[in-house]
């Protein structure tokens, strides 16, 4: 593919079209960097991309801001096009752009987070999610959204998931309301499997997860879902999200009312035992 073809792909306005959102110019600048330094080498696409694994159609898609290129990628390229670490530099940025934007300043914080506490209502918390669960919520997004952004979305709640494994281990728990585990999202073998990665998660002992019953009298958490963050530096701050409308909460007069909230919830809610009990018989009974 000669560069007049590549620049008649960056003029195509489809490419546009398929850009995961506004806001996520960091991508178009990164798309623009990682072309200058691939032409200023002399590397047409096809043989940059078989250089580092990646299709002549992936590197056009990346160069035109349409696709987050993961980590390694970005790492390879500035080291194989001698670019100084001005690629490297933007990885950060770049990561974040897989989030939509009504939550990416969040997944930053939950990713510095020492202890995180999260209330759910309508599903399974992100956190929890199988890929597959994943792709069911994400397939029924509305409006409906491009097969490549539902990939980029699923590979960043995944990547979210690195929190488990972080050491040192963060203290998290987790409420869920009893309706949302009942939700058969992507069918009966799906829901078995969330159900069963649940119970999995529970027993790390840095995880606490309780189930709301449906059956309760009392009930704190009436004003809908929300999540608690404590920073390494001692912040406390909290999110709050309804139909892709979110905020963050940083003043201590909020976040003292939300955390008030949580435990008069982990209070109403099944001990984790219980809960792990609950979700057992589930499985049991199909």
Not at 35 to 64: C, D, H, M, N
Request: with cysteine.
């Amino acid at each position: 593919m000669n560069e007049s073809t590549q620049r008649a792909e960056d003029d195509d306005p489809a490419g546009d079209a398929a850009a995961p959102e506004p806001g996520s110019g960091i991508l178009r600048v990164f798309g623009r960097q990682l072309k200058r330094f691939r032409v200023r080498a002399g590397v047409e696409r096809a043989e940059f991309g078989a250089r580092l694994g990646y299709s002549a159609s992936t590197i056009a898609a990346y160069e035109q801001g349409r696709r987050v290129p993961p980590p390694r990628f970005i790492d390879q390229a500035d080291e194989l096009l001698d670019a100084g670490e001005v690629l490297k530099e933007m990885k950060e940025e770049v990561a974040r752009a897989q989030y939509p934007a009504f939550f990416r300043d969040a997944a930053k914080l939950e990713a510095e987070a020492v202890e995180l506490h999260v209330y759910a209502t309508q599903v399974t918390p992100g956190l929890l999610q199988t890929e597959e669960c994943a792709r069911a919520v994400f397939g029924m997004w509305r409006p409906l959204v491009d097969e490549e952004i539902i990939e980029q979305r699923i590979a960043a709640r995944l990547a979210r998931q690195e929190i488990f494994s972080r050491r040192p281990h963060p203290h998290m728990s987790f409420v869920i309301e009893e309706a949302a585990i009942h939700k058969r999202l992507g069918g009966s073998q799906v829901w078995r499997g969330q159900l069963e990665h649940i119970l999995l998660i529970s027993q790390s002992r840095n995880v606490e997860i309780q189930v709301m019953p449906l059956d309760r009298e009392e009930h704190a958490g009436l004003a809908g879902p929300f999540t608690l963050m404590e920073l390494k530096d001692g912040r406390r701050i909290a999110y709050a999200e309804v139909q892709s409308d979110s905020r963050l909460h940083t003043e201590r007069g909020k976040v003292r009312e939300l955390e008030a909230t949580y435990g008069s919830l982990r209070a109403q809610a099944l001990t984790p035992w219980e809960s792990q009990a609950l979700i057992e018989k589930l499985l049991g009974d199909q």
